[in-house]
């Protein structure tokens, strides 16, 4: 069964740009999770979705946001982008939304904001 | 809202024992959990433990909780060089609306020769 994958891997923007990254979940998974990791901040839960519903938000602004399609695929949108949103997003899916069920993590997408 | 303390960074010899410790405080906790991150990757989850539970054991994994001090422990036995990279722990609190895992900062285990 193939993993969570991720694209692109990698990304350049500059300061003002939007982007979007890409998640595509474990075959028959359907809550996907997104986190942003940064050396500083460590891992910090970004929002959750299932069924195409957003089911949980962590404490990020506006500018980030996301949706899911009802193949389970994910998006996260970041727009206007600042220098601090470098970091590596990180997408989990989990078989279903709650807590007992573990989340298999994708490669991530590597952001660098100029 | 809950907290995930780490120690940075733990040091051990091959063949050695790896003990990489934990503490949380949100005491609703009810999933412990512990990935593995290698350079370049994503997140690997190596095992994880109900709250009702004390020990669980997986092949050279080991993981102790103590729900009175809150402490959450991962030992590897045999360490090879493999092993080397950071560990997370992460906790999911009971009930609707929790904000996904909460992770400590991770641990980085560095294998000497």
């Known amino acids: 069964k193939a993993g969570v994958t991720q694209t692109p891997r990698y990304l350049i923007k500059t300061r003002g740009q939007q982007v979007t990254l890409s998640c595509s979940p474990i075959?028959?998974?359907?809550?996907v999770s997104w986190y942003q990791q940064t050396p500083g901040q460590g891992l910090q839960f970004l929002f959750e979705?299932?069924?195409?519903?957003?089911?949980n938000k962590g404490n990020f602004p506006g500018r980030f946001s996301g949706r899911q399609f009802s193949n389970s695929r994910s998006e996260m949108n970041v727009s206007t982008l600042e220098l601090g949103d470098s970091a590596l997003y990180l997408c989990?899916?989990?078989?279903?939304?709650?807590?007992?069920?573990?989340?298999?993590f994708g490669p991530g997408t590597r952001l660098t904001v100029l | 809202g809950e907290d995930v303390e780490q120690s940075l960074f733990l040091s051990v010899r091959e063949g050695d024992s790896s003990v990489i410790n934990c503490t949380y405080t949100?005491?609703?906790?009810?999933?412990l959990y512990w990935y593995k991150q290698e350079p370049g990757a994503g997140l690997q989850l190596l095992t994880y433990?109900?709250?009702?539970?004390d020990m669980k054991q997986d092949q050279r994994l080991t993981v102790l909780l103590n729900k009175k001090d809150k402490h959450l422990s991962l030992r590897i036995a045999d360490t090879q060089t493999g092993d080397s990279a950071i560990y997370f722990c992460?906790?999911?609190?009971?009930?609707?609306?929790?904000?996904?895992?909460?992770f400590g900062k991770g641990t980085h285990l560095i294998i000497q020769p």
């Open positions: 989990a899916s989990s078989l279903v939304a709650s807590e007992s069920n573990e989340q298999f």
């Open positions: 075959s028959g998974h359907r809550s």
């Open positions: 979705y299932f069924s195409e519903t957003q089911r």
């Open positions: 949100d005491s609703s906790s009810t999933y």
């Open positions: 433990i109900f709250s009702n539970m």
């Open positions: 992460a906790a999911r609190v009971r009930g609707g609306g929790a904000d996904g895992l909460t």
